[in-house]
Every structure is written in structure tokens, then in C-alpha cells.
């Protein structure tokens, strides 16, 4: 036998046995997972135990078995009886003839939250994942929270939304907290995708769904003159109504915390007419001079003005005349040639200051 030959042995010995340790864990999983098919208490029983154990409101209740103990565990969701009714993911571990809690959550937004008991690393050791979201007006977030009993670990993965700036990204920013290796970092994001995070969101020019967003896309570069996108059909929104005219074809909606939005009836389509950086500079007045609109907003002392011609929407922002300064218009009207603001300041449009690129709402 040669040098080169012998060498191999040990290798190959060690290799072997990596082989036989692999079939036995694989075997060895196996046959708990076939005696274990069935809970080891029913959701009514474990349910009572959780109460009795740790009182509150049980929301729901699992027990299962790990590799390894012939201990019973129970995973849930309880939440407080008084008034402050937190809720939070538990889990019991048996000991003797009883449970003791070996972990809490932290609060949960959801009201109604749902858990996984899941072995998804494959070991027999179970883990606990829940998803949790909270989502408002102007920003949203979305957990998954995977705790890992056999480390005392909690990993999460987070996607938050910023909806307050529409010329931001679409895509949720994600974080994964805190840093966890390679192999389990693709594990749960193995799961998380099969269960509807981590979902690809990306601008379709032509979707309604977008509108905004493609409307800041297209006007990147403050330009005060564009080629308006018609859409079919009358504008739906969720957002309350928060001004509308009408001319003889035309109907102009200002949504709270949305578009300005222009409805072309003969045509039975709409287009978006103004759309704010943040939500909260929303149209709040509206006036028609003949074809041409004038509109304020939210946050902004200057007036703005919108004209179509054709396919070609020219919006420009106006500065008031030197000593004329309003932090909040709240209405328009406008009487031969001149606007009335708050009912009580008359402004001649011809006064107003040469106009600038719509986009800049600066004061």
C-alpha cells in the first residue's frame, strides 16, 4: 500500500462516521416524530393548565413534545384580565407533576395574535414563532418572531413601511435582529416567505395600485410640465374626501392625506393632478379660474395652480405678494380675477409672484 493510500484511511474513517452520526440523528427523528404525531394534551386541556399555571386570558394553548425530555411543553397567547389586557406568547415547561413559566414575549400589538409550534431547523427541539403588525395612517410594521428554547434566543424579523413620503421605496425596509449565522438566517427566511413575508413589491407603472408613486417617478426632477397618466374608470380611495369642484367636464377630488385628482367624465378616466411629498401637505382648498385651477395645501404658505392642455399638466407654485403670509389656507374662493382666502384675505391673482417648480413648498 502506498504513502498516498494510507493517507485516506483516517479520512475516510472520519468521513464514515459523520455518515453514521447524520442517519442515526435522521432516524432518530424520525421515529419521535412517528410516536409523537399526536399532542400530547388536547388545546382544552393544555388551555386549563396555562390558566391555572399563569392566570390571565388564555387565547390559545398547544402542548408538544421536544427530542430529547420527556417533559410536556405548552405554548400560547394570554393576555392580562385587567384593564391593561397586554397580550404575550408563553411558554410552560412540565416539571414533576406541574408547570412552571420558563418564557414571556414581549407585548404584542395584535389583538388577536396566532402562533406556530414548529421544528424548523430540524433538530427535534421545537420553536416558537408568532407574527405580529401594527399599522396606521402614515407607517406600518410587521414582526416575525421566532424564539428559540434551545438557545434562550429570540431572533425577529422586521418589515416597516413608510407611507407619509410617497417618493419613497415601496419595499418594506427589513432588519433581522440581532445577528444570527448564515444557516439559520436562511432557514427562517425559508419560512417567513412560505408564510407571506419578504414578498417582492416593486412600481408598475400602469397599476392603480402605484399611482402615486409612479406619478413621483415621473416627475423626479421637480419639473413644473408633464404628460399626465390616465387611468379607467372614476378615482376609488380610502381616504376621506377632503375638497372637490366640478367644471363642466372636469371633477377635481383632493383626498386627506392623498392626491389631487382630476376625473375627466366625457372620458370616464382620471389622472393625478398634484401628489404631496409627505401626506401630511394634502390639498385643503380648491378654486377654478375659468381652466385653471388653484389649490393650497397643509403645510405650505404658497398657492399652486393646475392647467391641462391635451395630454400636458402645467402645475406651478405661486409665493403671496411680500407681506402677505398664511400658515394654514383653509379655504378659496375666487370673485372676479381675485382669490378670497379664509374668507377674509382677497389676493388678485395677477399679484401673485412669478411661479416656481411646483415641488418647492418650502415657505
Request: overall charge neutral.
Amino acid at each position: 500500500m502506498s504513502l498516498s493510500e494510507l493517507g485516506t484511511i483516517p479520512f475516510l474513517k472520519e468521513l464514515a462516521e459523520k455518515m453514521l452520526k447524520y442517519l442515526y440523528r435522521q432516524a432518530r427523528l424520525a421515529y419521535f416524530k412517528l410516536v409523537n404525531r399526536k399532542p400530547p394534551l388536547n388545546e382544552a386541556e393544555a388551555s386549563h393548565i396555562a390558566h391555572s399555571v399563569i392566570a390571565g386570558g388564555i387565547l390559545s394553548a398547544k402542548a408538544y413534545k421536544n427530542l430529547g425530555s420527556k417533559h410536556i411543553f405548552i405554548a400560547g397567547v394570554r393576555e392580562n384580565s385587567g384593564e391593561n389586557s397586554d397580550r404575550r406568547v408563553f411558554l410552560l415547561e412540565q416539571i414533576g407533576n406541574t408547570y412552571m413559566a420558563i418564557w414571556f414575549s414581549d407585548p404584542l400589538y395584535s389583538m388577536q395574535p396566532k402562533i406556530e409550534i414548529a421544528d424548523i431547523n430540524r433538530d427535534g427541539i421545537h420553536e416558537i414563532i408568532y407574527a405580529d403588525e401594527s399599522f396606521g395612517t402614515g407607517a406600518g410594521l410587521r414582526n416575525l418572531t421566532v424564539y428559540l428554547p434551545k438557545d434562550n434566543q429570540v431572533v425577529q424579523l422586521s418589515e416597516s413601511y413608510d407611507w407619509q413620503n410617497t417618493t419613497e421605496p415601496v419595499a418594506p425596509r427589513i432588519e433581522i435582529k440581532p445577528d444570527i449565522d448564515r444557516k439559520l438566517s436562511e432557514t427562517i427566511e425559508r419560512y417567513a416567505t412560505k408564510i407571506g413575508f419578504l414578498q417582492e413589491k416593486t412600481i408598475s407603472t400602469s397599476s392603480l395600485k402605484y399611482r402615486e408613486q409612479s406619478w413621483h417617478l415621473n416627475n423626479n426632477s421637480n419639473k413644473s410640465e408633464f404628460e399626465i397618466s390616465l387611468f379607467a374608470g372614476k378615482p376609488e380611495y380610502s381616504n376621506s374626501i377632503r375638497v372637490t369642484v366640478e367644471s363642466q367636464d372636469l371633477i377635481w377630488t383632493a383626498y386627506f392625506k392623498g392626491p389631487l385628482i382630476g376625473y375627466i367624465k366625457s372620458q370616464d378616466q382620471h389622472f393625478i393632478a398634484y401628489s404631496p411629498l409627505n401626506i401630511y401637505d394634502w390639498v385643503t382648498a380648491l378654486a377654478l379660474d375659468g381652466g385653471r385651477l388653484w389649490f393650497a395645501t397643509h403645510s405650505s404658505s404658497r398657492l399652486f395652480s393646475f392647467e391641462l392642455k391635451g395630454r400636458i399638466g402645467y402645475l406651478r407654485s405661486h409665493a403671496l405678494p411680500p407681506g402677505e403670509k398664511l400658515s394654514c389656507m383653509e379655504s378659496l374662493e375666487l370673485h372676479e380675477g381675485k382669490l378670497l382666502i379664509n374668507k377674509k384675505i382677497r389676493i388678485s391673482t395677477s399679484n401673485l409672484q412669478e411661479p416656481a417648480a411646483a415641488s418647492k413648498t418650502e415657505d
